[in-house]
């Protein structure tokens, strides 16, 4: 076993055939530009998760990270490789927890599209579970939750202007077109076997809150984008995957979170459909990382029912984007094949919620 291996580090898996690329092109394109690095890039494949497509570039002097969409995109906007590149390099100088960005590359002769290469930043990733030789006692799974939401709350006080960023806000309005947005896309990728949802899309339009403030958002802030320090795993070294980011409202954001919050007492389904290991001991329920951003932020107790029920919606329509995909047979990943489950199940969830209203 590699050092790396040994201490639960993600060094990737053999690319999958139908997601491989022309890896001597970037080398081409990469050395051109650091000339410093020697040899062929050994390339492998980070599986877990289901959108941009990401890739390790392992050289003897140096250790990258690329990043590409993926085939049959029905979203493109949610892909736009430079945007994201753009988005990290102007944060970086004050969000710390960001990799060092490396080269952008708009040339899609290279691999057929465009793509950005960024320094890879060795650490555990939390997916569905830590791994194997990653052990974390009760309070520093609690530390570590703790940390997670300070991180966040960290990103939400991020001055735009300073950043260069304030272009990246389309003004008030905010909620009404993630409503509107969200509800279109599930429009434009519904297959014949999940629901039409009707009634919960008049619902999110008929419920958006009066008030919505502005700020820096991730919009896909969840346990297994970050990375953790292999040294003291409640030390979060790196946030990942900003595609999605944008100036958006900081309840949105805490509400998309939650959609992915499976606790240790959730039913059946929803603990075969975890993703992050949100269930051990320790960790927050909903209800306390809902208390605890809002002390932390000065704000009073929130109804965060419309916010809870847009984030299990819009998972369900981003899994529903990932299920159209595979049904139209852009990707062959078998683990998108039963998707159109999650999908109903999501909206089961949603729906429920707001039978509960306020707690």
């Not at 092109?25 to 650091?34: G, Q």
């Not at 410093?36 to 877990?48: A, K, R």
């Not at 250790?63 to 390099?89: C, V, W």
């Not at 944008?246 to 979170?257: K, S």
């Amino acid at each position: 076993m590699t050092a790396g291996k040994a201490q639960g580090i993600d060094l990737g898996e053999p690319v999958r055939e139908a997601e491989s690329f022309d890896e001597a092109a970037v080398d081409t394109w990469l050395k051109a530009r650091h000339p410093e690095l020697i040899g062929s890039p050994e390339v492998t494949q980070f599986t877990g998760g289901a959108s941009n497509w990401t890739y390790r570039l392992a050289y003897s002097n140096g250790d990258y990270i690329l990043r590409r969409p993926p085939l049959g995109t029905k979203a493109k906007s949610a892909h736009n490789m430079e945007r994201e590149f753009r988005i990290q390099q102007a944060l970086k100088p004050q969000f710390s927890p960001i990799p060092p960005m490396v080269d952008y590359c708009s040339d899609t002769s290279f691999i057929g599209t465009d793509f950005y290469v960024m320094e890879r930043i060795a650490g555990i990733i939390p997916r569905k579970n830590f791994p194997r030789p990653v052990t974390l006692a009760e309070n520093q799974v609690h530390r570590l939750c703790e940390n997670m939401l300070d991180t966040l709350i960290q990103l939400h006080q991020v001055d735009i202007e300073a950043a260069n960023l304030a272009h990246l806000g389309k003004g008030s309005g905010f909620v009404a077109r993630q409503v509107t947005g969200w509800n279109q896309r599930y429009q434009q990728s519904r297959t014949w076997n999940v629901p039409r949802a009707t009634r919960l899309m008049h619902w999110l339009e008929d419920h958006m809150p009066s008030q919505e403030s502005l700020c820096m958002t991730h919009n896909d802030f969840r346990f297994d984008n970050l990375i953790l320090d292999p040294k003291d795993p409640t030390n979060i070294l790196a946030v990942l995957d900003w595609e999605l980011a944008t100036i958006g409202d900081p309840l949105m954001e805490v509400g998309n979170m939650l959609a992915y919050w499976v606790q240790a007492d959730d039913d059946r389904i929803a603990r075969a459909t975890r993703r992050q290991p949100t269930h051990l001991k320790g960790m927050l329920t909903r209800q306390q990382v809902i208390d605890y951003y809002c002390d932390k932020t000065g704000q009073d107790h929130v109804d965060m029912t419309f916010y809870e029920v847009f984030g299990l919606f819009r998972l369900s329509v981003i899994a529903q984007q990932i299920y159209y995909r595979y049904y139209h047979k852009q990707t062959r990943n078998p683990a998108f094949k039963n998707f159109w489950f999650v999908v109903r199940y999501l909206q089961w969830r949603a729906n429920r919620r707001i039978k509960q209203g306020a707690r």
